[in-house]
């Protein structure tokens, strides 16, 4: 019997394989691919044409059986069932190095950087997403767009959003356009321990977008702002969005005793 696609989880079904193609673009034999939410296995089956192995990891108990018929002919798919959001990424044997995937709409900002900081051996993220997400991730510094994800994601990957996608390819057509997005893991600039700390910071500067940088940061940091601010060429008054991912390492550097 035919599973239908849950709102509640995020679901909606890739059913077209020019689309399918454009996703799987750039994976090799040489890959071990982590699938998050194969559902009935349509994506799957292209990644399983091309890769050495594919972790497809799925929550939706309704969709085995139907993802096992999908890659029934191929002996290089391993399914694991679990909430993506909890699952140990650590037990996977061999451990993936690429995300290829159709992203769970309702999951897809928190797995993304939950992967970037967690799951190392992954180097490459290739995805879809609702378009909307996708110019979240990828935003500039700046921009309307801009805000703590961005600086986050900006500082363990390079992104960039390489497809806009039609509603009419999923099943059902959602009620806005998605998109392909591209990480690269970038060589990271951050001292061992370091990350934790500058997250907290950029999570503080951002917390409200109408203050000033300064204002939003804890009482014990803000004596100290507004001059290391001015020496990376920030006035006084500059707000979150205004400042790029290294000089927000560069202000934890100066001021890690306070955050």
């Not at 497809?56 to 191929?74: H, K």
């Not at 995937?101 to 992967?115: C, E, K, T």
């Not at 920030?234 to 205004?242: F, I, K, N, V």
């Amino acid at each position: 019997m035919e599973s239908f696609p849950k709102k509640r989880l995020g679901q909606h079904f890739l059913k077209d394989p020019n689309t399918a193609r454009i996703v799987v673009e750039g994976v090799t034999d040489e890959d071990v691919i982590l699938e998050v939410g194969p559902g009935r296995g349509f994506l799957t089956t292209f990644l399983a044409e091309r890769a050495r192995l594919v972790h497809a990891v799925e929550l939706d108990a309704d969709v085995l059986a139907a993802l096992r018929r999908s890659v029934s002919g191929y002996e290089n798919v391993e399914i694991h069932t679990g909430d993506a959001l909890r699952f140990d990424y650590a037990s996977l044997d061999p451990a993936p190095n690429k995300l290829v995937a159709n992203l769970p709409y309702n999951i897809a900002s928190p797995l993304v950087l939950g992967l970037l900081e967690e799951a190392h051996s992954l180097r490459t993220l290739r995805f879809m997403v609702q378009l909307e997400v996708a110019r979240r991730m990828a935003a500039v510094r700046g921009s309307k767009d801009y805000a703590a994800y961005a600086v986050l994601v900006r500082l363990l990957a390079d992104v960039r959003v390489v497809h806009k996608v039609s509603l009419q390819v999923f099943d059902p057509p959602p009620r806005v356009h998605s998109a392909v997005v591209q990480m690269e893991r970038r060589a990271s600039d951050l001292k061992p321990g370091e990350y934790a700390g500058v997250k907290r910071l950029v999570l503080a500067a951002f917390r409200s977008r109408r203050k000033r940088l300064v204002n939003n940061l804890p009482e014990s940091a803000r004596g100290g702002a507004p001059r290391v601010l001015g020496t990376l060429g920030y006035g006084p008054d500059a707000r979150a969005e205004e400042v790029s991912p290294k000089d927000f390492v560069a202000l934890y550097r100066e001021l890690s005793w306070a955050i």
